[in-house]
C-alpha cells in the first residue's frame, strides 16, 4: 500500500461506519479520487466493502484437490474379471478440501485455493464445503471436469483400487496463484497437496520464503512424489507415508532403523519438520531440532472406512502446531483425529468441532493414564 492507502485505512479502522462524502470532507479528497482509492482497498481485500470492514485476519490457506469421492464397498471377497456385489456412496473430498474442512470445522479461518469444472459436481462440492471454508478464490473451468475420486474397499474397510480423475488441477498453475497474491500474503499459514504441478509447488516454496509464511506440503500418492522439490528448506511440516518417501528417496523401509533412517534423510533434504506415517503401525516424527521420535498408531478393532484417515490426523496435527502445542500433543493429536475418523463412513467426521476435538483428546489421555 502507498501513503495514501495507509492514511486512509487507518481512518476507517478508527470509524469503519464512516461515509465516504464524510471521508472525503476528512482527509480533503476528492470524492472520485477517494472511490477509487476505495475500491483499490477493496479489490486488494483490506477492505471487505460498506461498511468498510477491514480484513485484518490471517486465515490457514489450503492449495489443492476438491473433488467427488464415490465408494463401493465390496460385500464379498473381490472377484477379478467379473461383477462384484457391492454398496456405494458417494461425498466430497479431495486431499487440501478434506483438511480445510477438518481445520474448519475445528474453528479455523479456512480459504481455500482451487480448480473446477463448471458442472453439477462443483455445485455440490460448493454447497456441503462452503460452511467450513472460503471457496471463493476457486476457479472454474467451462471444458474441464470437476475432479473425481472412485475407491473399491474390500471387506475390512481396506483400499482394494482406486481411480483418479484429477486433468483439471493442472490448471492451478504459478499465474493462477499470482492473482492471488493478495490474498497468500495474510496466510498465516499455507497447505499444499501435490495435486498441483511441480512449478507451482516450486512457486510457493519461493513465495513462503520471501514472505515468511509457514508450508505445509502433503503429498497425494506414490506416483505424484516426482512433484517434489529436490531442496526442502522452505518446507515447515512435510507429511508423508512410507511408500511415498520409499518412491522419492529411493530406499526399502523394512525395520524400524529403516524407518528411523528415512526420517533422517528427509531432515538432510531441508525440511524443518517431518512425519512418515506407516498405518497400522504408527508414526515416526523428525523435528527440526534433530529430535526423533516413534508414536504407536491407536488400535481401532472396529475400522469401517479408511478414506481420509490421513487427511484427519494431518489436519490435527497443523492445528495443534499452529497453537504452539508441545510434539507429543500435536502428534497425539492427529493420531486421536485419524482413529476417530476410521470408525465414521465419512470422509471427515461429522461431529467434529472444536469442543468435540477437546473432550476426544481428554478422552483418549484418560484412558492412556487409566
Not at 526399502?252 to 531432515?267: A, F, G, H, P
Not at 508441545?326 to 465414521?344: A, F, P, Q, Y
Request: proline share 3%; with cysteine; glycine share 6%.
Amino acid at each position: 500500500m502507498n501513503e495514501q492507502e495507509e492514511f486512509i485505512l487507518r481512518v476507517i479502522r478508527d470509524n469503519p461506519f464512516i461515509s465516504q462524502e464524510e471521508l472525503s470532507e476528512m482527509i480533503g479528497m476528492s470524492k472520485s479520487s477517494l472511490a477509487n482509492i476505495l475500491s483499490g482497498l477493496i479489490k486488494k481485500e483490506h477492505v471487505f466493502g460498506k461498511a468498510y470492514v477491514l480484513n485484518e485476519t490471517a486465515p490457514i490457506i489450503c492449495i489443492g484437490g476438491a473433488n467427488i469421492d464415490r465408494k463401493f464397498y465390496a460385500q464379498s471377497d473381490i472377484t477379478a474379471e467379473t461383477s462384484n456385489p457391492v454398496k456405494s456412496s458417494r461425498s466430497v473430498g479431495g486431499v487440501a478440501r478434506n483438511i480445510a474442512e477438518n481445520l474448519g470445522r475445528l474453528g479455523e479461518e479456512v480459504t481455500f485455493i482451487s480448480t473446477a469444472g463448471n458442472d453439477s459436481e462443483w455445485e455440490e462440492i460448493y454447497e456441503l464445503s462452503s460452511p467450513f471454508m472460503n471457496l471463493e478464490h476457486v476457479t472454474k473451468f467451462d471444458h474441464s471436469a470437476t475432479g473425481s475420486y472412485t475407491a473399491v474397499l474390500d471387506q475390512n474397510g481396506d483400499l482394494n483400487i482406486a481411480l483418479a480423475d484429477m486433468d483439471v488441477f493442472d490448471q492451478i498453475t504459478p499465474e493462477l496463484l499470482i492473482k492471488n497474491t493478495a490474498i497468500l500474503r495474510k496466510a498465516k499459514c499455507i497447505i499444499v497437496d501435490l495435486n498441483c504441478p511441480s512449478e507451482t509447488i516450486d512457486f510457493l516454496c519461493f513465495f513462503t520464503s520471501k514472505n515468511n509464511i509457514p508450508l505445509v506440503i502433503i503429498p497425494v500418492s506414490s506416483p505424484k512424489m516426482s512433484r517434489l522439490p529436490k531442496s526442502l528448506n522452505a518446507v515447515s511440516w512435510l507429511i508423508v507415508n512410507k511408500d511415498e518417501t520409499e518412491t522419492f528417496l529411493n530406499i526399502d523401509i523394512n525395520d524400524e532403523q529403516d524407518w528411523k533412517d528415512s526420517v533422517k534423510k528427509w531432515l538432510e533434504l531441508g525440511v524443518k519438520n517431518v512425519i512418515v506415517t506407516s498405518g497400522a503401525k504408527g508414526v515416526m516424527v523428525g523435528r527440526e531440532n534433530g529430535e526423533i521420535l516413534y508414536f504407536p498408531a491407536i488400535e481401532t478393532p472396529n475400522v469401517v472406512d479408511v478414506t481420509g484417515a490421513g487427511d484427519s490426523f494431518c489436519s490435527a496435527v497443523i492445528y495443534s502446531w499452529l497453537q504452539k502445542q508441545d510434539t507429543e500433543t500435536i502428534i497425539k493429536s492427529g493420531l486421536v483425529n485419524s482413529h476417530k475418523t476410521i470408525m465414521s463412513k465419512y470422509t471427515v467426521r461429522q461431529e467434529l468441532s472444536q469442543k468435540q476435538f477437546k473432550l476426544d483428546m481428554e478422552g483418549y489421555l484418560n484412558e492412556t493414564i487409566s
